[in-house]
């Protein structure tokens, strides 16, 4: 079984700057590519940023800080990332420029590099169908935040082959120290479909005028133990986000329960897209620190 | 018999070779970064000179390689084949309550000490890959296990256990285990040695103190109590490490500052300590250096360190219903005067007349450093762990 030590990630934006910090965390080598240069520097400020939080939270040492800063590298052009071992893609949900990543990683990677893709709701057997090897294209959708929450969903296309998947399986659990579950090609797999479910319903409960906002999130997160609220939880994944899952989840299942609610629609229109940027149906300082 | 000695940490393998007839050093080294592309092999062959490489070493294994590579050396060497190489001793840090001495590395043992990787996930792992990177280059060649926790094996129930529901004990085993066992040990029989009187008439306090630090109860040869505990996170306040506080300051402080697991954690064993209270550095040199330069917080962090140090020497006097001896050793302990100074100037009251001008000397030697007939005997006693690992492996190579 050939060792990660070079990893390379595609898209540097919330979900990749996640990534790419707890790869480098776990001791990897991490190669970054954005569009420009500008981007790059930005993601890296960012990743810099959620370093020094985890410093003030005595979580890391000025050292270890030094340490993960060192083992990220800029790469300008995808053609850099020909000796990495694994690469993972994690730009916006938009299967065309996702197939034109994945043409030409498959012609710059050698076949038995794993490409890996975080999405959450595309069909990974139509972005493998792109590549000459399908078998070893697979998915890996980490879930926000990445360096805190110990999960990945590792799904499985319609060509992806046994050594990709146990390849795959062996580095979720034992370099970068997390659970993988094992899941079928299929809109939203497991954790995507069932918490945009559970936020459009926290949003028809509103509408009917059942309960406010506050109590619904209060209801359910003392309740069931959730972290946050269902509200709180989609300010935080941002609401344009939760629309276009359950957008496609709707086209592609044509069930009406995945309707997207009127609130929803209504806010992402007005720009209140949750802690990103500053309102959603909670406030929020430029830290993300609920106000 | 040439005895190699290895120390494997997660990134990194510390080795010495001895020839234990003679307890010659013949050559010490260490392999770093292991894992990467620029690992470094630092080796230092008795009276030669020190050979820096860098190259990438994967593994435990190919470390390994390369330091039998390098023990064989045309130019760097110590011995014409490996051979000459008869047994190897390894340090492992948990040997939880299976382990009561070091002992030959078989089958059995190995699956154990797997076990107990629970208990020690950082340090038990590493030593792991050490013991099966010797048995794929050195094979047929007898290993032995020397444990951190095995010296306090000893312990009565009354002190390692903890005063919470039993039942964590029967399903967890948490307890106290105590670490620096190999140090404690082999400072003891020195310091028996120094005294001129049997090890096993003697109370003695051994304060092992470095980057981290605990301290002994040793009566009749055996650990009564250690300051350390399930972690060696307890006991006294160390460089980074906090030492005892309060158990509810911990999920207090998770619910206040809204901590995980992780870090609050991180918090106690990397973010405390000395560098919690001066705020400059985890080095007690650097807090001296400071304290003397007028710097108040290092003068409270060096105040606290020696304070909290001795408490523990009076609660083992206590324990021990008396006290024949206190001996000082590992890095701060060896060369710290000003911490032993500050830490036996108030304990007249244990018969300890203090000497001012021994404590200041320097030697690498075994030393008093109170009056002749002082009625307790202060000791520096400098550690020795790879020797006592190398002593081990040598008796039961010989033995089996």
Redesign the interface.
Known sequence: MT?V?KAGVVGAGTMGQGICEMLAFN?LEVYMVEQDEEKLNQSLGMIEQSLDK?ME?????SAEKKLVMNRLNKAAELSELADCELVIETITEDLDRKRDIFTQLDQICAPDVILASNTSTLSLTELASVTAHPERVIGMHFVYPVS?TDLVEIVRGLKTSDETFNRTKHFVENIIHKNGVMVFESPGFVTTRLICLFINEAMHVLEEGVASVNDIDSAMRIGYSFQHGPFEMADRFGLDSVLAALERMFREYGELKYRPSFILKKMVRAGQLGAKSGAGFFNYDKDGVRV | MIILVMNAGSSSLKYQLYNIESEAVLAVGRVERI?MEDSILTHEPTGGIEVNRVSEI?DHNEAVRKVIDMLTHREHGVMSSISEINAVGHRVVHGGESFKQSTLVTGEVKQEIRRLFDLAPLHNPPAMMGITAVELNLPGVPQVVVFDTAFHQSMPKESFLYPIPMVLYRRHKIRRYGFHGTSHDYVSKQAAKVLGRPLEELKLVTCHIGNGASCAAIMEGKTLDTSMGLTPLEGLMMGTRSGDLDPAIVPFTMNK?E??L???N??LN??SGLLAISGISSDMREIVQAMSEGDSHAKLAFDMYTYRLRKYIGAYAAAMDGIDAIIFTAGVGENSWPVRKAVCEKLTFLGIEFDEERNMEKSKEARYITKDGSRTSVLVVPTNEELLIARDTFEIVKSS
């Open positions: 060792a030590r001791g985890q939270r005595w979580a890391l040492t805190k | 894992g994967l500052e901590l995980t992780n870090e609050v991180s918090m990397k973010h």
